[in-house]
């Protein structure tokens, strides 16, 4: 089986969401899901999805306003 990179970030973006939902401070939960859905954004980008890019940009200023909060 092999990975190659545009793959590999995705998964980490995924890596980065769940790993957020696992937290029980907020902050840390914002900060991990910020990195998430920077990583996302990139990844649509990448993979031309414009959905995943709009959807997870939203949430990216979502977390920076909560975060500025």
């Given at each position: 089986?092999?990975?190659?990179?545009?793959e590999?970030?995705?998964?980490?973006?995924?890596?980065?969401v769940?790993?957020s939902l696992?937290?029980?401070?907020?902050?840390?939960?914002?900060?991990?899901?910020?990195?998430?859905?920077?990583?996302?954004?990139?990844?649509?980008l990448?993979?031309?999805?414009?959905?995943?890019?709009i959807?997870?940009?939203?949430?990216?200023?979502?977390?920076?306003?909560?975060?500025?909060?």
């Amino acid at each position: 089986m092999s990975i190659d990179w545009v793959e590999g970030v995705g998964y980490l973006a995924s890596l980065l969401v769940v790993l957020s939902l696992a937290q029980t401070r907020v902050l840390w939960l914002r900060l991990l899901s910020l990195s998430g859905s920077v990583v996302f954004t990139t990844y649509g980008l990448l993979i031309d999805s414009w959905p995943l890019v709009i959807t997870n940009s939203v949430i990216v200023i979502l977390n920076l306003y909560f975060l500025w909060r």
